[in-house]
């Protein structure tokens, strides 16, 4: 079979790949789009936030005050590690500037070696939330009144719903930008796009809700104790009681800061690690379905490159240039149909989608993962120790 063959048939393969997964996408965006609105107000005073708290980032004051902002009448528990002055700088001032807020800051000794820091500080939190609803929120993510009632709705008819992840890079360096392409990129293509065939298999650990009473009755935030990825546990544990996950389109925004290329790469280490240890989890069938909607496309891209430079050709280059301008158009396609707004920087985007095989190897070789200040060793079946 002659180059230019090769490169059409991997062009052709991987443009159908992406419809597929888009056209998917697309229809749970508009079935999730079409429910009605749930009340914002009566979510806000059901809920209480619990948001484990880690100093160090420069844009963790601005990100808490945008929540506290956004979600007037929750009660927050904030959770912070003994001695983290940062910590407690931000949220003395907080405190000062938003003297209505209702805030219960907890503080934490250090948790034990190969305890979860993040699972450590909710267990102790639990006993002392009185609301109905549980929402686990990171530090530095934001959640507008609106996506809290729809995650809150969507607790009607599952156990556990969970947001839609997206970055906001404003004034990020390369590695920021390339980290938060990567995310917003893939958002609805990978949590959204396979409900058409299988339930979710995980959360967002990033935003996720609980009905407080059901939390307790899972055993609360305890058997994650010990799995360094804990909403996968968490999802696991759900699914083990018999428990659905809704996956909505509330939007969950996430401003953090990447310093350079070196935060960049241990955060996509991380992220695929955990990624495999999802992989391993899952039966064959869907181990299968994984593997094709996600693992193949990076793959089908980088071959129809190969094939094109092999041996280049004005058809084989055309039909690549088409299937690269689809694919610049899928995202910003989702992303209005979803309602959010992301710069749309194609040459970026291309890169992060060509970078992925390589962070997978990575993360299938070196099973050591930096966390902020720590440096973890995580075991095949989740666990992990202190490095």
């Known amino acids: 079979?002659?180059?230019?063959?090769?490169?059409?048939?991997?062009?052709?393969?991987?443009?159908?790949?992406?419809?597929?997964?888009?056209?998917?996408?697309?229809?749970?965006?508009?079935?999730?789009?079409?429910?009605?609105?749930?009340?914002?107000?009566?979510?806000?005073?059901?809920?209480?936030?619990?948001?484990?708290?880690?100093?160090?980032d420069p844009r963790l004051i601005d990100v808490l005050c945008e929540t506290l902002d956004a979600l007037p009448g929750v009660c927050f528990h904030w959770l912070v590690d003994a001695g983290d002055m940062h910590a407690e700088s931000v949220i003395a001032s907080l405190q000062a500037t938003h003297p209505h807020a209702v805030i219960i800051v907890h503080v934490n000794p250090p948790a034990p070696d190969g305890i979860n820091p993040k699972s450590f500080k909710l267990d102790r939190a639990l006993a002392t939330v009185e609301a109905p609803v549980c929402l686990v929120l990171d530090d530095d993510a934001t959640l507008t009144a609106n996506a809290l009632a729809r995650l809150v709705a969507a607790?009607?008819?599952a156990d556990i719903a969970t947001a839609l992840p997206g970055y906001v890079d404003d004034g990020e360096p390369m590695a920021g930008r390339l980290l938060a392409q990567f995310v917003n990129d893939n958002a609805a293509l990978t949590y959204l796009a396979p409900l058409a065939w299988a339930p979710p298999v995980s959360i967002s650990g990033m935003c996720y809700a609980l009905r407080t009473a059901h939390l307790?009755?899972?055993?609360g935030f305890a058997p994650l104790l010990r799995a360094l990825a804990d909403d996968l546990a968490m999802a696991d544990q759900v699914r083990a009681h018999g428990g659905r996950i809704a996956q909505t389109i509330a939007p969950v925004r996430v401003r953090t800061s990447i310093d350079g290329r070196a935060h960049y790469l241990r955060q996509m280490h991380r992220w695929m690690l955990f990624a495999t240890l999802l992989l391993r989890r899952q039966p064959l069938r869907m181990r299968v379905l994984i593997t094709l909607l996600h693992g193949l496309p990076p793959l089908l891209l980088w071959a129809m490159g190969v094939a094109l430079a092999m041996q280049p050709t004005l058809g084989g280059a055309l039909w690549v240039v088409g299937v690269?301008?689809?694919?610049?158009?899928?995202?910003?396609?989702?992303?209005?149909?979803?309602?959010?707004?992301?710069?749309?920087?194609?040459?970026?985007?291309?890169?992060?989608?060509?970078?992925?095989?390589?962070h997978l190897l990575h993360a299938s070789c070196v099973r050591t993962v930096r966390w902020r200040s720590r440096r973890y060793r995580v075991h095949a079946d989740g666990g992990f120790h202190v490095v």
């Open 216 to 219: 307790r009755a899972l055993g």
């Open 155 to 157: 607790l009607d008819s």
């Open 1 to 56: 079979m002659g180059g230019l063959s090769v490169a059409v048939l991997l062009a052709g393969a991987y443009g159908a790949l992406l419809a597929l997964r888009a056209v998917c996408a697309g229809r749970e965006i508009r079935r999730q789009a079409a429910q009605p609105t749930p009340d914002a107000a009566f979510a806000l005073h059901e809920v209480a936030v619990l948001q484990p708290i880690l100093g160090g």
């Open 324 to 358: 690269l301008g689809v694919r610049a158009a899928v995202p910003a396609w989702l992303q209005r149909r979803l309602g959010v707004s992301a710069p749309q920087r194609p040459l970026l985007s291309l890169l992060a989608e060509l970078l992925q095989p390589l």
